[in-house]
Each structure stands twice: as C-alpha cells, then as structure tokens.
C-alpha cells in the first residue's frame, strides 16, 4: 500500500495522478489517496491513462488485483 499520496505531493509539488502512477509502477497494490474526491478521481484518471499508454502493463495492473482480491478474500475469512 502506498504512503498518503496528498500528504506527499504537498511536500514534493507533484500531482496526486503522477504519484499515483509512480507508486503503482513502484510496486504498491492499493494507492492511499485520503480525503478530496478531485484527488481521487485525478489519481484514477491517471493510472487509467497510463494503462491505456503503456506506461503501466496490463500484467502490473493485474497482479495488483489479483493482490488486493486475495486481500479481500482473507479480511472476510476465506482461503
């Protein structure tokens, strides 16, 4: 999971999508984007551009599901 991505583009001046793709391409599973709606919809906005552009693979973006749904599946008790 990604650290405050908000918190962290206020401290580097960066925006929240930019960030959002970096820690995705950096291996984080689930992008922590707190707070305002507009950060989150930006954030989506960009990973779904860079999957769209390559940037991120299709193979990334799928173990990071696959990450989260096995995630998912031990929270509520399954195995």
Request: glycine fraction near 12%.
């Amino acid at each position: 999971m990604s650290g405050d991505l908000v918190a962290a583009t206020a401290a580097t001046g960066g925006s929240v999508g930019a960030a959002a793709v970096d820690a995705l391409r950096a291996g984080a599973d689930l992008l922590y984007v707190p707070g305002d709606a507009a950060n989150q919809d930006e954030a989506y906005r960009a990973v779904l551009a860079a999957v769209r552009k390559g940037k991120v693979t299709n193979a990334r973006l799928a173990a990071a599901l696959g990450h989260v749904a096995a995630l998912k599946r031990t929270a509520a008790g399954q195995q």
